[in-house]
């Protein structure tokens, strides 16, 4: 199975900042893949697909780049809303398999 | 308006058996492969299996293989999922997920990841 690695596990970040969540896969993926949004107590939201597509509805100030083993999410401008866990999950096998998430506190 | 709604959960003994369903409305249906995707209290999200638009095609992950049975009726826009011989790690909040992969004229998609997500219900494996 291909192993997905994010960094940093969790952070502290202020309103306003810009912060990079990173996914590394244990083998190149092309860009088969997603980022995903949990809040407590709430079900997984699609944020990015295809590693870079803005799923409909979502902000502009989320965005995805990257592709092989190596991808970012970057939020430009961080609101509290944003205040949450993120999943990277790669699809290029038929098998998906996500990453081990990464929580977004408030400084 | 377009949901899904899980139901189901419950506490079950270690051996034991349940079934969830998961009500889909407001898309077609019967037009999109459906997965189930749970997560342990406190840890990340593990997929568990997928299902093809018509119940053609059906795949597991290993941790269930052999216990865990995916189906389907579009005549009730229902997805379901019986799990077997549970394990006290099959404890979490499992989630039904829609697959935004398409048809064509003559072939269909699968995408692998999920657009859809609904609210979860949890399955707690005790004695």
């Known amino acids: 199975a291909i192993r997905m690695t994010q960094s940093p596990s969790s952070f502290s970040a202020s309103t306003g900042d810009r912060v990079t969540i990173t996914c590394r896969a244990s083998?190149?993926?092309?860009?088969?893949l997603a980022w995903y949004q949990q809040k407590p107590g709430k079900a997984p939201k699609l944020l990015i697909y295809?590693?870079?597509t803005l799923q409909s509805g979502v902000p502009s100030r989320f965005s995805g780049s990257g592709s092989g083993t190596d991808f970012t999410l970057t939020i430009s401008c961080l609101q509290s809303e944003d205040f949450a866990t993120y999943y990277c999950?790669?699809?290029?096998?038929?098998?998906?398999?996500f990453g081990g998430g990464t929580k977004v506190e408030i400084k | 308006q377009v949901q899904l709604v899980e139901s189901g959960g419950g506490v079950v003994q270690p051996g034991g058996s349940l079934r969830l369903s998961c009500a889909a409305s407001?898309?077609?249906?019967?037009?999109?492969?459906m997965h189930w995707v749970r997560q342990a209290p406190g840890k990340g999200l593990e997929w568990v299996a997928f299902?093809?638009?018509?119940?053609?095609?059906?795949y597991y992950a290993d941790s269930v293989k052999g216990r865990f049975t995916i189906s389907r009726d579009n005549s009730k826009n229902t997805l379901y999922l019986q799990m077997n011989s549970l394990r006290a790690e099959d404890t979490a909040v499992y989630y039904c997920?829609?697959?935004?992969?398409?048809?064509?004229?003559?072939?269909?998609?699968?995408?692998?990841?999920?657009?859809?997500w609904g609210r979860g219900t949890l399955v707690t494996v005790s004695s």
């Open positions: 997920a829609k697959d935004p992969g398409y048809c064509s004229s003559t072939s269909c998609y699968v995408s692998w990841y999920f657009d859809l």
């Open positions: 407001g898309f077609t249906f019967s037009s999109y492969g």
């Open positions: 299902i093809r638009y018509d119940g053609s095609n059906k």
């Open positions: 083998q190149g993926i092309s860009s088969y």
């Open positions: 295809a590693a870079s």
């Open positions: 999950q790669q699809y290029y096998s038929y098998l998906p398999t």
